[in-house]
């Protein structure tokens, strides 16, 4: 089966750096999204690997390894707007969305 | 930027009747839009796949005769909620990808909150 871990929760400081994991078992690659949603919204578009390495994108920035099936979201110089949910989703090879859980990211002061 | 709108934004139904959301793509053409369903504290469930000008491609699970999916065009899809119940209550989003099945993105609607009652 086709499968996406990520952490439940998270707890960071604000002006702190956080890192968000992403583990995946999916039947083929077509890149890799990191989506925001703050509750009760849509959710917005983060973040886009298909190619190993590190995407930095302002404060966030993504990190893919395809051999390892594992990807991470880097949030640097947390504001208390960046608490939301962070939702990992991979394209399989029907280019078909799979998404994780989401991960609840807590600001505090 | 792309730009997906969903009518209503939120709605309020009694039990047994039928409710309808629009998902349209604002400034670019879709042919495929997706339909999600999401409960609280939970992650987006895809329902259907919709494809204009044919059928939609339902998730496993999804009962296609209560959930009707009509994509008459390259910008709208809409959601029929057929004999809603309260279990029915959640939060409806769309998202669309701009022509061509490789494109790595979705736009996401800003969603609409069914509330049965």
């Known amino acids: 089966g086709q499968n996406i871990d990520q952490p439940t929760e998270m707890t960071a400081t604000e002006g702190a750096i956080v890192q968000i994991n992403c583990t995946y078992q999916?039947?083929?690659?077509?890149?890799l999204f990191w989506y925001q949603q703050h509750a009760g919204e849509a959710p917005t578009f983060l973040s886009y690997?298909?190619l190993d390495g590190l995407e930095e994108k302002g404060r966030f920035s993504s990190f893919l390894s395809r051999s390892k099936g594992y990807s991470y979201l880097l949030l640097k110089e947390l504001q208390m707007k960046d608490s939301a949910s962070y939702l990992c989703?991979?394209?399989?090879?029907?280019?078909?969305?799979?998404w994780g859980a989401g991960t609840k990211l807590i600001i505090k002061p | 930027g792309a730009v997906v709108s969903q009518h209503p934004s939120w709605v309020i139904c009694k039990s047994g009747t039928s409710v309808k959301i629009e998902c349209r793509s604002l400034?670019?053409?879709?042919?495929?839009m997706f339909w999600y369903r999401q409960f609280p504290k939970q992650s987006l469930m895809l329902m259907a796949t919709?494809?204009?000008?044919?059928?939609?491609?339902?998730e496993q699970g999804v009962e296609k005769d209560k959930f009707l999916i009509n994509h008459a065009s390259l910008t709208l899809s809409t959601l029929t909620v057929t004999s809603a119940h309260p279990e029915d209550s959640s939060f409806y989003i769309c998202?669309?990808?701009?022509?061509?099945?490789?494109?790595?993105?979705?736009?996401f609607g800003p969603g609409t909150r069914l509330t049965v009652t």
């Open positions: 400034d670019f053409q879709a042919t495929t």
């Open positions: 998202s669309a990808s701009p022509l061509g099945t490789e494109s790595y993105e979705q736009y």
């Open positions: 690997n298909v």
């Open positions: 999916t039947s083929g690659f077509n890149g």
């Open positions: 919709s494809n204009e000008g044919s059928k939609a491609t339902y």
């Open positions: 989703a991979v394209k399989d090879s029907n280019y078909q969305l799979i």
